[in-house]
């Protein structure tokens, strides 16, 4: 079973966290001995960082109840956690290290000194993955340090404006990169049709940069939209992607 470092809406006095002149990343939760459970490296043991606040709010966000509360902790109190608990272990042995949110991208410049301290104590560096939200430009310098670039742009089902998730600029930037996916959540089969339209038309998006993800926060829910996914993503020559973790502990937090 997962492993809870910090506990999502679990409220602490912030003097506890803010030692005199470190950096304070806000945290909603952070847990080990777990799987990535989406995407290009579904599957792959795991420890998550998820960050607090979003640039978006989304009508099927699985964590907005996670997200939306945090507190801070400093950098060297995460560092001490993840060896305490034998994370940084894991990491040497392959287990991924997952930046997630809400968006991790809000606190990049406190991830990079995060990472920095990281290398500095332990020797290495662990592979790094974010999941993102595609509408925060990376600093090259976090860029850098970034294995993986998990980026979930959100169609007109997330229920948000178009001038407010679709940034073309941010787009074409992580488009480039050569560790660059694109999760895109479907409910329909007309999904592809925008998906269409206002990414790959457009240049921003390879089609073999594309992964389609059913829509469904419960087991029950990805029963209903699983099957369209793969037919679209057999269709129209893109990968797929389950929801691993919604399918072996259905909806739940900490995983």
């Known amino acids: 079973m997962p492993n809870t470092l910090i506990k999502s809406n679990t409220p602490r006095i912030t003097e506890v966290a ?21 995407g290009i490296s579904i599957g792959v043991p795991a420890t998550f960082l998820r960050l607090q606040n979003c640039t978006l709010d989304c009508v099927w966000c699985d964590s907005t109840e996670v997200w939306r509360s945090g507190s801070p902790y400093s950098v060297t109190e995460l560092l001490d956690m993840m060896e305490r608990s034998g994370v940084v272990t894991s990491f040497m042995n392959g287990h991924h290290l997952i930046l997630t949110g809400g968006s991790p991208m809000l606190q990049q410049t406190k991830l ?15 592979y790094i993955e974010i999941e993102n939200e595609a509408v925060i430009q990376a600093r090259p310098e976090f860029e850098f340090l970034v294995d ?15 001038p ?14 050569s560790n660059s ?13 925008e998906i269409e339209k206002d990414f790959i038309i457009t240049g921003l998006v390879r089609r073999d940069q594309i992964i389609l993800m059913p829509k469904g926060q419960t087991r029950e829910e990805l029963q209903l939209t699983r099957e ?7 269709e129209y020559s893109v990968r797929f992607s389950d929801r691993l973790h919604v399918t072996v502990w259905d909806k739940k937090t900490g995983v």
């Open 18 to 38: 803010k030692a005199e002149g470190e950096v304070c990343l806000n945290v909603a939760e952070m847990f080990s001995h777990t799987i990535q459970g989406e």
């Open 112 to 126: 990079v000194q995060l990472i920095f301290e990281f290398r500095k104590r332990f020797g290495f560096k662990p």
């Open 148 to 162: 993986q670039w998990n980026n979930s742009p959100k169609l007109s089902n997330s229920g948000m404006k178009k």
């Open 164 to 177: 407010s998730r679709y940034k073309p600029e941010v787009l074409a930037n992580l488009g480039r990169l």
């Open 181 to 193: 996916w694109f999760k895109f959540v479907v409910d329909t089969e007309s999904d592809w049709l």
């Open 228 to 234: 369209m996914a793969v037919n679209l993503s057999i």
